[in-house]
């Protein structure tokens, strides 16, 4: 009989754990397939670590991880995964926007021979400028990364055993799970899944993180800053010599004029400006490969339950 293990990153999140713990055994209780849940708490200060604790004195097949501090959710999310042991993995999140019940249809087709699963969201359950944040983004790491994640992806998604020992051999520091995934599936689908409100509680997945996730994606995987960087610097050399050029034709056959010591002024700070815009750029790949050469573990784990 295959095994399924859920592995679910958890981040304050007390308010939801039973709920969802409830809603998935119902399924899982009625596929033929035995399964653990892999819970991986990135710090979290509130009751999420005692609740999981609790319900798993009362099943072993709910396994815990705790990190010392919070690490990110692309740790939690590769601690889970190291510490599951199913011929199957299904991640999603506890807050039960993706519902439990289409879990048989991703059983049903990663038995077809995929490697990975993708849940796409029917429809976004979320305010306005939400979804059209979501739609810049996803469209603007596609177009700066050539990663071609689907579109309106959830976070509900399934692997095979081989996938997630192929995912474990991915050691960077800087991690962005879907440009991963993308990277080692060979053969992967997709299937539209409904999307509920949040149970409870409210995402932590705010702005800020969001932005984050953009620039580790654009720059883990794409070279095109400093691309541009280059591109643009060019740009700046010709101008500045045509505009020399320019210059001392209109001096020497056209116009006697005075230097115009402001409008120097002005276009050295501009210059200095960009030079340090684009030095900024170059130091943030640098500071990355400085954060890689360190080797330093992914995560650091304070406890672990029925592991």
Known sequence: MKKLSLVVPVYYEEEVILQFLKETKIVLDSLPITYEYVFVDDGSKDKTVEIIKEQAQLDDRIKLVVFSYNH?????????????????????DPDLQDPPIEIPRFLEEIEKGYDLVWGIRKEKKDSFI??????????????????????????MRMFNRDFADEFLKYNETNRFIEGIFIDISKHWTT????????????SKF??????????????????LPLKITVKFGM???????????????????FIDFQAGWPSIIASIIIVFGLQLFFMGIISLYIGRI??????????????????
């Not at 590769?78 to 999603?92: E, K, R």
């Not at 939400?130 to 992806?153: C, Y």
């Not at 705010?206 to 070279?223: G, H, P, V, W």
């Not at 700046?236 to 001096?251: A, D, N, P, Q, S």
């Open 72 to 92: 990110g959710k692309a740790s939690a999310v590769s601690a889970a995964i190291a510490h599951a042991t199913g011929d199957y993995l299904l991640y999603m």
């Open 130 to 155: 939400n979804r059209l944040f979501s739609k810049i983004f996803w469209g603007t790491l596609n177009k700066f990364t050539g990663l071609n994640i689907p579109k309106g992806i959830a976070v």
């Open 191 to 202: 299937i539209e899944i409904g999307q509920r409100e949040r149970f409870a509680g409210t």
């Open 206 to 223: 705010n702005f800020k993180r969001k932005m984050q996730l953009a620039f580790d994606a654009i720059f883990d995987f794409s070279e």
């Open 235 to 253: 740009s700046l050399v010709v101008l500045g010599l045509l505009g020399i050029f320019i210059l001392v034709v209109l001096k020497l056959f």
């Open 290 to 307: 400085y954060k890689e050469v360190k080797r330093r573990p992914l995560y650091s784990i304070k406890d672990k339950t029925n592991l």
